[in-house]
Antibody, heavy 119, light 111 residues
Framework: EVQLVESGGGLVQPGGSLRLSCAAS????????MNWVRQAPGKGLEWISY????????YYADSVKGRFTISRDSAKNSLYLQMNSLRAEDTAVYYC????????????WGQGTLVIVSS | QSVLTQPPSVSGAPGQRVTISCTGS?????????VHWYQQLPATAPKLLIY???NRPSGVPDRFSGSKSGTSASLAITGLQAEDEADYYC???????????FGGGTRLTVL
């Protein structure tokens, strides 16, 4: 069974840092592109970052560029999101989502991990 | 303000048909990029419902269908059931933003 499990969320003060993880299982992790998508409380979905299957191509949404860093470790079948200089508006559930090369849809999604930025 | 525009809410009685629109522009849907739809049940992660404009993943009932024309797309749900009550999001790719983009979401209420 294909599964994505996020972890690492929590409460952090404005300006602080947090590292999210996404553990993948049930598929050949190194063959798939991965993404982070977030959802602020009561709001819609926002794509924030992409990493290619090899890790050689990385993209960010303008809202997180320069503050967040996506990475992957194929040996550990894991995806990461290092979040620095956190702001209140970064408060959201963060989902990792798989993407097949050559396609533009996300499937499946993890269950999400909640990040709260507050003093 | 989402790049793709959806109605905030739609509703229908059990057994009825409803449609949800998704309007984009010449830099996303109109540029030829496919539209995909996700269903998000309360307190759960989004689930792929329609991919490539009109294709259903295995396990998605044929009551759900999608279409695309010009700069817009639509999701149709026939034979509404109580379990269809959820938020629905459209998604595409925007070449001007170099980003994957979502609609603001539509809440479906089954009356």
């Amino acid at each position: 069974e294909v599964q994505l499990v996020e972890s690492g969320g929590g409460l952090v003060q404005p300006g602080g840092s947090l590292r999210l993880s996404c553990a993948a299982s049930g598929f050949t992790f190194s063959s798939y592109e991965m993404n982070w998508v977030r959802q602020a409380p009561g709001k819609g979905l926002e794509w924030i970052s992409y990493i290619s299957s090899s890790g050689s191509s990385i993209y960010y949404a303008d809202s997180v560029k320069g503050r967040f860093t996506i990475s992957r470790d194929s040996a550990k079948n894991s995806l990461y999101l290092q979040m620095n200089s956190l702001r209140a508006e970064d408060t959201a559930v963060y989902y990792c989502a798989r993407k097949l090369p050559g396609t533009t849809w996300f499937d499946p999604w993890g269950q999400g991990t909640l990040v709260i930025v507050s003093s | 303000q989402s790049v793709l525009t959806q109605p905030p809410s739609v509703s229908g009685a059990p057994g009825q048909r409803v449609t949800i629109s998704c309007t984009g522009s010449s830099s996303n849907i109109g540029a030829g990029y496919d539209v995909h739809w996700y269903q998000q049940l309360p307190a759960t992660a989004p689930k792929l419902l329609i991919y490539g404009n009109s294709n259903r993943p295995s396990g998605v009932p044929d009551r759900f269908s999608g279409s695309k024309s010009g700069t817009s797309a639509s999701l149709a749900i026939t034979g509404l059931q109580a379990e269809d009550e959820a938020d629905y999001y459209c998604q595409s790719y925007d070449i001007s933003l170099s980003a994957w983009v979502f609609g603001g979401g539509t809440r479906l209420t089954v009356l």
